[in-house]
């Protein structure tokens, strides 16, 4: 099992960015995902979940309304847009396979000005 995150990168408070996370060496369409992040001495917050068909998703409150996930089961990845960027956004993102508890190496989102 492969998960490869990337897409982040240093953008302006109010900027958007979309996060890419390519899965190998499973059929990844069976297969809940799910999006977390992380920021210096803070746990690692779950934000998004979705489910293998697509059909079902869910968001922590902190970020309901400005981020989306989404996933292409044909390209084996799953996608987290991020919209109205702030500095408290700042983290590593993850994305994280439940079955097995498989994690990605992550991307640095970094919100500032």
């Known amino acids: 099992v492969q998960l490869v995150e990337s897409g982040g990168g240093l953008v302006e408070p109010g900027a958007s960015l979309t996060l890419s996370c390519v899965a190998s060496?499973?059929?990844?369409?069976?297969?809940?995902m799910s999006w977390f992040r992380q920021s210096p001495g803070e746990e690692r917050e779950e934000l998004a979940y979705?489910?293998?068909?697509?059909?079902?998703?869910n968001y922590a409150d902190s970020v309901k309304g400005r981020f989306t996930v989404s996933r292409d089961n044909a390209k084996s990845t799953v996608y987290l847009h991020l919209h109205s960027l702030k500095p408290e956004d700042t983290a590593v993102y993850y994305c994280?396979?439940?079955?097995?508890?498989?994690w990605g190496q992550g991307t640095q989102v970094t919100v500032s000005s």
């Open positions: 994280h396979r439940y079955t097995g508890d498989y």
């Open positions: 060496g499973f059929p990844f369409s069976q297969y809940d």
């Open positions: 979705i489910a293998s068909g697509g059909t079902v998703t």
